[in-house]
């Protein structure tokens, strides 16, 4: 009896091992294949929403080209020689413009939506810097340009962040 239980253990060990090895490749194949998976549905994903995330990056170039001051001050002229309300429709303007382009904060990086912010807080503070020295509103548009005599406007800053954050995207 006890040969026949030694017997039926060397029958039963290779099957034993030959099971153990089939599982062992069959779990391998199966991570392989949801890796794959994984990886084909990550590529596919990055290929949709790649479009996405330029068009993010072209709406606030164009943001930063319409608050940069130079072009803000040609394109909102003022009504009336009243600085404040001139002022006040200036940063109107930047923070409405803003406001329309929130949403693209999705598809880019958040050091890139801060350097964005930070640009539109400095031009709003540049206006109202250049409001304090002026008595109309042609002064303020004027203190403005000034200003920017010297040194670039904070959108240009933003600006280059934006192309190389687009560039290395490719």
């Known amino acids: 009896m006890e040969t026949r239980i030694i017997d039926l253990l060397f029958y039963l060990l290779p099957a034993l091992i030959t099971g153990l090895i089939a599982y062992y490749f069959f779990s391998m194949h199966t991570k392989n294949e949801e890796g794959r998976r994984r990886f084909l549905l990550n590529k596919e994903n990055q290929k949709n929403a790649l479009p996405l995330r330029l068009q993010a990056y072209e709406r606030m170039a164009l943001f930063l080209e319409r608050i940069n001051p130079t072009k803000l001050l040609l394109r ?41 912010k930070a640009s539109k807080n400095t031009t709003i503070q540049l206006i109202r810097k250049a409001a304090l020295n002026a008595d109309t509103a042609d002064k303020l548009r004027e203190n403005v340009l000034s200003s920017l005599m010297e040194k670039q406007p904070p959108s240009a800053t933003a600006l280059a962040y934006i192309k190389k954050e687009v560039g290395d995207l490719w």
Not at 76 to 100: S, W
């Open 76 to 116: 909102v002229a003022p009504t009336t020689a009243d600085k404040e309300q001139y002022e006040r429709v200036l940063v109107t303007t930047i923070e409405n413009e803003f406001d329309h382009n929130i949403s693209q904060q999705i598809y880019i990086s958040d050091e890139c939506w801060n350097v964005i």
